[in-house]
């Protein structure tokens, strides 16, 4: 699944800063902190692979309950958030959080149990592409959207998506709204809780919400040794790993670098796909990814280009007084 994280959409939103020390060092030092970011999305789309794998044993609301459960178990354990000192306002945006990553992950799993891991990913990107646009107001990222629109026409088979399940179609579109409230709350919620507090609480909620859902899906399928050892493969290889190979990578790695590399994702989820699920692409789907992928990486280019402009900007203001 694309990702999801956090501090990958605030990159692209937010006219990143660069790291402390992304431009020192070697190139072994500089080529480091990709490799894990490639590494972590790598996981995420296999681990997506795998999710879907998993489907006819668990059903697609039964394996996202099970992603979340683990995934906010671990991360319990590991940040061991406080609850006390928060007022209504921070736990409000903490539960919109976690209901915007409950809506993103049960949409999309929903896709992909309808449509190639390839086309959802491309799909479900157009939120986080659409909120950098409306969020930058440049004229150029008008090119980008059009180009991203190219894409999703060729996606369709020239625009009617004859070829993909219209309700596939829906689900990864829904995804990528809610991964964009997703972005919005999850720059929210670092700013109002400490470290990755917020993000372990947000994850409780999201788990709580998909619970009965899963149980009414799923029903005693969802507790046996089988499904519960591959529901934590999904959630330690799309969720605990990339998490964690992220946050490594941009203590040493410019953020504008790091939501460009996210825009990856869809080639990602069609090499994991291929691979995993032998979902091949036709020539008309690679290059409407291609496209996509394309204008992604263009927006962010565009919105770190606009931040550094208003930095240079301010400074000159500074220095005249």
Not at 50 to 60: E, L, Q, Y
Not at 117 to 139: H, K, N, Q, W, Y
Not at 199 to 228: D, K, N
Request: aromatic share 6%; net charge positive; with cysteine.
């Amino acid at each position: 699944m694309a990702q999801q994280p956090e501090v990958a959409g605030a990159a692209a939103t937010s006219g990143a800063t660069e790291a402390p020390g992304a431009s020192g060092g070697g190139l072994r030092a500089r080529l480091a902190p990709v490799g894990l970011v490639l590494a972590g999305g790598i996981s995420v789309q296999f681990g997506g692979a795998v999710a879907v794998s998993v489907m006819p044993r668990a059903g697609a609301l039964g394996i996202v309950t099970l992603r979340l459960a683990f995934a906010a178990l671990v991360l319990l354990v590991v940040c061991r958030p406080k609850l006390r000192g928060h007022s209504r306002a921070d736990w409000g945006t903490v539960v919109a959080f976690g209901v915007a990553m409950a809506g993103m992950n049960g949409l999309f799993y929903q896709s992909v149990a309808r449509i190639p891991m390839g086309p959802a990913v491309t799909l479900e990107v157009l939120g986080p592409l659409a909120l950098s646009v409306i969020a930058s107001r440049r004229a150029v990222n008008l090119v980008w959207a059009g180009l991203a629109l190219c894409g999703v026409f060729l996606l369709g088979g020239g625009g009617g998506f004859n070829g993909l399940d219209p309700a596939g179609v829906a689900y990864a579109l829904g995804a990528g709204a809610m991964w964009a409230a997703y972005i919005v709350f999850s720059a929210r919620t670092g700013r109002r809780f400490p470290q990755a507090d917020g993000l372990a609480l947000a994850m409780v909620v999201a788990a709580v919400l998909f619970l009965p859902l899963g149980l009414i899906e799923s029903g005693s399928r969802l507790v046996q040794p089988g499904t519960l050892a591959l529901g934590a493969v999904v959630a330690v290889m799309s969720s605990v790993l990339p998490y964690t190979l992220e946050l490594l990578a941009l203590r040493r790695l410019p953020a504008h670098t790091f939501a460009v590399l996210m825009s990856l994702e869809p080639a990602l989820a069609s090499i994991a796909g291929f691979l995993v699920l032998s979902q091949a692409l036709t020539a008309a789907e690679a290059l409407a990814i291609a496209l996509v992928i394309a204008a992604s990486m263009g927006a962010v280019r565009t919105q770190v280009g606009r931040g550094r402009t208003r930095a240079r900007e301010e400074a000159k203001r500074g220095a005249g007084r």
